[in-house]
């Protein structure tokens, strides 16, 4: 396999993940440091965005120097 693809949970806490339906407990648990923190510590270099969209996607532009976004829209 060329690629490994890894999902790395939003909230400080990595468990449980959370459903995306639940909306406001999604953005009530996220937690953007801790997600940057555990991307980086995994040495993940690309961050695919896909829908429903992060609740803070447009911080999620601003990551662009220290990842590659691929296959979502800006």
Known sequence: ????????PITRDPEPIIDYQQADRV???ADEVAWLDRLRG???DRVFLGEPAP???SSCSDT???????GARA
């Open 1 to 8: 396999m060329q690629n490994r693809v890894f999902y790395l």
């Open 27 to 29: 953005r009530q648990e």
């Open 42 to 44: 995994a040495g993940i």
């Open 55 to 57: 609740p803070r996607r």
């Open 64 to 70: 662009q120097r220290d990842f590659s976004r691929v």
